[in-house]
């Protein structure tokens, strides 16, 4: 059975730091692109950053950049979300999504995703 379970999420104060983990079972994610995507009560859901298979290329919303970092340790199957300097707004489920790395356009959104985490939420708040 393919599965991505998310884990990590908690509540923080404005300014804090937490880091999300995806890991993947059932299939190696050598082979797919992987996206951090949140949505917020009321909103939409967003993608905040990607990360490609091979080349390991990156990319951030505008909302995170400079704040978040994505990485992948391919040998645990496993990706993960350094979340720095978190404001209130940063307050979402975030889930993590694959997709196969050839049909990964560069562009970090959540359609198209062919495989979701059930999400894990982020409270930002003092």
């Known amino acids: 059975q393919l599965q991505l379970v998310e884990s990590g999420g908690g509540l923080v104060q404005p300014g804090g730091s937490l880091t999300l983990s995806c890991t993947a079972s059932?299939?190696?994610?050598?082979?797919?692109?992987i996206g951090w995507f949140r949505q917020a009560p009321g909103k939409e859901r967003e993608g905040v950053s990607c990360i490609s298979n091979w080349s390991g290329s990156t990319n951030y919303a505008d909302s995170v950049k400079g704040r978040f970092t994505i990485s992948r340790d391919n040998a645990k199957n496993r990706v993960y979300l350094q979340m720095n300097s978190l404001r209130p707004d940063d307050t979402a489920v975030y889930y993590c999504a694959a997709i196969d790395g050839t049909y990964y356009t560069g562009d970090c959104v959540h359609y198209g995703m062919q495989y979701w985490g059930k999400g894990t939420m982020v409270t930002v708040s003092s």
């Open positions: 059932g299939f190696t994610l050598d082979y797919y692109a």
